[in-house]
């Protein structure tokens, strides 16, 4: 089945840092979604790219649809400590197609 | 965005027993979503629910074991039947909503977590 492949499974920044994450598969996905969970909630949607190339901003997250339709990065510039949190990307293969989750990768901020 | 809420929040059972969780939206909905993130897991989808038609469960989830009801366009349940510890996971309820884009944007509810003693 179609797998997304997150690594490191934990990153640790200093506070100020950016920091950059990626997701990759071997399938080709036409939708690619980017997830932060904190402790304790529900993840919340941070960007959603819809067009291999795309490359959308959020505050201080810019995200990538890679040209290939198989990878995206996140990219998180100058964090800060409520930057901490688990970061999932999600994609599907079709408008309908239910998501597919990567393992996530936890992230944590040293003031 | 979509609200969404869930209830309960949290709870702790014991084994052998059965509960329903609730997730409400704020507005109409076509599908709702179950997931399971087990303890430091990512989520796995249980089962889509839409209404007027029974849910449609991913491979290794039975209807038995976690049937789900969806009455409305708007609220959604999902019970664990029979509960063992092997059943302690934060369920996720979601559904998808067209974002400015015009494509689906998935989105979730803050999560019920479940421990089974």
């Known amino acids: 089945g179609q797998q997304l492949n997150q690594s490191p499974q934990s990153m640790f920044i200093q506070e100020g840092e950016d920091v950059s994450m990626n997701c990759t598969s071997s399938?080709?996905?036409?939708?690619w979604l980017w997830y932060k969970q904190d402790p304790g909630e529900g993840p919340v949607l941070l960007i959603a790219?819809?067009?291999?190339?795309e490359l959308t901003s959020n505050g201080r997250l810019t995200a990538q649809f890679g040209i290939t339709r198989k990878d995206s990065f996140l990219n998180i510039s100058a964090s800060i400590p409520s930057d901490v949190g688990i970061y999932f990307c999600a994609g599907r293969t079709g408008a309908n197609s239910k998501l597919t989750f990567g393992k996530g990768i936890t992230l944590s901020v040293r003031p | 965005s979509a609200v969404i809420s869930q209830k309960p929040s949290r709870d702790i059972c014991q084994r052998g027993t059965s509960l329903t969780i609730q997730c409400q939206v704020d507005s109409q909905v076509t599908m709702m979503f179950w997931y399971r993130q087990q303890p430091g897991q990512s989520l796995t989808l249980i089962a889509t629910a839409n209404q007027g038609s029974e849910a449609t469960y991913e491979s290794g989830f039975v209807i038995d074991k976690f049937p789900i009801s969806r009455p409305n366009l708007t609220f959604s349940t999902l019970t664990v039947s029979n509960m063992s510890p092997e059943d302690s996971s934060i369920y996720l309820c979601?559904?998808?909503?067209?974002?400015?884009?015009?494509?689906?944007?998935?989105?979730f509810g803050p999560g019920t977590r479940l421990t089974v003693l």
């Open positions: 790219l819809y067009k291999a190339g």
């Open positions: 399938s080709i996905f036409n939708t």
């Open positions: 979601s559904v998808d909503r067209t974002g400015t884009s015009s494509y689906n944007e998935q989105f």
